[in-house]
């Protein structure tokens, strides 16, 4: 194995590159508002964490502000990222950066849901 594959970015502890936002929706099933998220520098990988510990949570992201957050169930695909109770995820998605904002927006089973999410690099 080559020498460059360990030297990647991602092969790092989770470096923060933008600020942390909170993503909420207050009322059972119904998305959440908009937030935009930016970063200081170039980067696709997200932080986000689910501080509730009974209830998961669906995330979108995107590079428009129109974007869909639904809940996915039995036999229905949708494009949201899940969110386990207590728990936190890094995944890779839209690039983000000083001049490229990416979008986002929750929708959960339960009322008050909020996660917290902020780009950067690393596992």
Same mark, same amino acid.
């Given at each position: 194995?080559? +020498?460059?594959?360990?030297?990647?970015?991602?092969?790092?502890?989770? &470096? +923060?590159?933008?600020?942390?936002?909170?993503?909420?929706?207050?009322?059972?099933?119904?998305?959440?508002?908009?937030?935009?998220?930016?970063?200081?520098?170039?980067?696709? +990988?997200?932080?986000?964490?689910?501080?509730?510990?009974?209830?998961?949570?669906?995330?979108?992201?995107? +590079?428009?502000? #129109?974007?869909?957050?639904?809940?996915?169930? #039995?036999? #229905?695909?949708?494009?949201? %990222?899940?969110?386990?109770?207590?728990?936190?995820?890094?995944?890779?998605?839209? &690039?983000?950066?000083?001049?490229?904002?990416?979008? #986002?927006?929750? %929708?959960?089973?339960?009322?008050?849901?909020?996660?917290?999410?902020?780009?950067?690099?690393?596992?």
């Amino acid at each position: 194995v080559s +020498q460059s594959r360990y030297n990647m970015a991602n092969n790092i502890p989770f &470096q +923060q590159m933008g600020p942390t936002v909170a993503i909420t929706a207050t009322t059972a099933n119904t998305q959440g508002n908009v937030v935009s998220i930016t970063a200081s520098s170039l980067c696709n +990988q997200y932080f986000v964490s689910n501080p509730d510990v009974n209830y998961g949570v669906f995330v979108a992201y995107g +590079q428009s502000s #129109a974007i869909t957050a639904t809940v996915s169930s #039995a036999g #229905a695909a949708a494009d949201v %990222i899940y969110i386990p109770a207590y728990s936190f995820k890094v995944f890779t998605g839209p &690039q983000v950066g000083p001049n490229k904002t990416v979008y #986002a927006r929750c %929708i959960a089973e339960h009322a008050s849901a909020t996660v917290y999410t902020c780009p950067g690099e690393g596992f």
